[in-house]
């Protein structure tokens, strides 16, 4: 079906009948695309007419200007069993043109993106009560394309619907690089379980692919497998960490040992331990998908505020410091200026850490007139505190969030080729349990394994108009200095070099001199990343026996 949708010169999703006035929902919807323009490069909203700059149109934080009806057709538009199907991702995501059709109304998918990123954008309307969950999963679809690796797929779509939940992967194939299908083909002879497992095997045997370990949560799970094993037939209760590359350029080293190969090793260094453990929000909160259920912002407010002052009890240092640390921990580090050009979709750093010191400062009374600002500091602690805990580590300088299934005396790992820490547990038997990624404050760029970044030097994504994608590059703030590669890095080993090629002002490959490495004539992963290498910089690696 993939071929279908990338030949066709049109795709026509069809909604089904008019009913709950989905015209005047599909008219409204238009009328809003028509009054914005949107910057995909910087995801800045501005106003398609000069005259609607500074109208209620363009006013990011009140609701977009319809009526309580309207805002209903809409909220019941959105509901349609359509959105939610995991299978429709690929007509959307592979058709060069396509368009919804409800009723007798017609709409462009382009239109219907430019109004669903601008509602996710807004302040959300008082009715219905569970639109802002209903965008949020649209807005996923919306802002999808083919050609993803494999990993933001999985993400991406965890809350999409299929009967068979083997079609969790088997039903994105066709979104990712053949090269990140890993010879996955759809067999539907095999249990949901051995689906999982056997991508999780194929992905990890292939060098210089990033890990899918995160994707693990304990304890959170249909499936009786291995705690290396995801099981994707449930969302994680955490969402997920992205653009954190804790493991550098790295890449995963693993292999299967075991009665059954059901032990996975992989190789990595053991950096510190939790010690303790603070709740964020009280557990019988509700998930963030029950949006409609959610607690008063005043709640939420409350929660911050209780955070702030024990945070402060167990590691005690100066608060505007400390506010800084928490803010990149609470919203993990995901800010407009690690973007170039900025990414409007991100909150500001310096304007974050204001508003959180206003909102948690001590003199402030918990207020009942707060609102939800929908994306803003009070939607996203929640969004990102739901099912974790702040944790203490041995270095008390590393705080961060964790699953909430994590313990004192849990270890914290990074593990070559995956982008987030791993909190693990060691067993009697010398093996050790996946808990979850972690979010620690000084390991999130490969500190780890590397050290800290020199001094004015930070790790941002720049965007490129030719592909239409954001690339890591390397930054010395203050003589404005471009690397493609990690300054940390020396020399490159004798044996490899580096292989031009045509995007070769965007990324590096690299070439081994002497042969190829899996299959592959030259890889993007870093041989200075490679355990040989790493021994000899003086990281002490070990192996894990996950189990």
Known sequence: MGDIYTSAEKVVIWLGPEEHASDRAIEALGQLASKIKFEWISWKISAANPLDAGTDWLDLSKPAPFSDDTYQSIGL???????????IWQEVCLAKHAEISCGDSVMAWTSFTKAVLCLSRRVAPPVPQDLPMAVSVIYRLCTT???????????????AQCSDQRDRVYGILNLVEKHERFGVKP?????????????????????????????????????AMASWIPDWSVPKRCIDILESKAS????????????????????????????????????????????????????VHGAMKKLVIAVQDAVPSPRDQQAEVICRILFLNAFSERFEPEHQEFLNFRETVRRFQELTDTALEVSDTLVYDFGGLLGLFYTHAFGRTFIITANKNMMG??????????CVAILLGCDSPMVLRPTDDGHYTVVGECYVHGLMEGEGLLGPLPAHWERIKRYNGNTGRDYDVFVDQERGIY???????????????????????????????????????SVEHDPRMLPGFLRKRGVELQEFALA
Request: proline content about 7%.
């Open 77 to 87: 538009l959105f509901k349609r069993a359509w959105f939610y199907r995991l299978w």
């Open 145 to 159: 394309a083919g050609g993803y690796e494999l990993g933001p797929i999985l993400f991406r779509t965890r809350l």
């Open 187 to 223: 067999d539907y002879n095999k249990s949901v379980g051995e689906v999982y497992r056997d991508l999780m095997v194929q992905s990890s045997s292939v060098e210089g692919h990033r890990s899918l370990l995160p994707s693990c949560e304990l304890n959170y799970g249909t499936q």
């Open 248 to 299: 550098g350029p790295s890449s995963t080293q693993a292999r299967l040992s075991g009665e059954g190969k059901n032990v996975l090793n992989m190789v990595g260094v053991h950096v510190t331990h939790v010690i303790g453990r603070l709740e964020i929000l009280p557990a019988a909160w509700p998930d963030v998908g029950q949006w409609h259920q959610r607690p008063s912002p005043s709640a």
């Open 401 to 410: 969030l964790a699953p909430d299934a994590c313990r004192e005396n849990d």
């Open 483 to 521: 690397h493609l590669e990690d300054p940390r890095l020396g020399p490159l080993p004798e044996d490899w070099y580096r292989e031009e090629h045509s995007m070769g002002h965007l990324y590096t490959r690299f070439r081994h001199r002497t042969r190829a490495v899996s299959g592959f004539n």
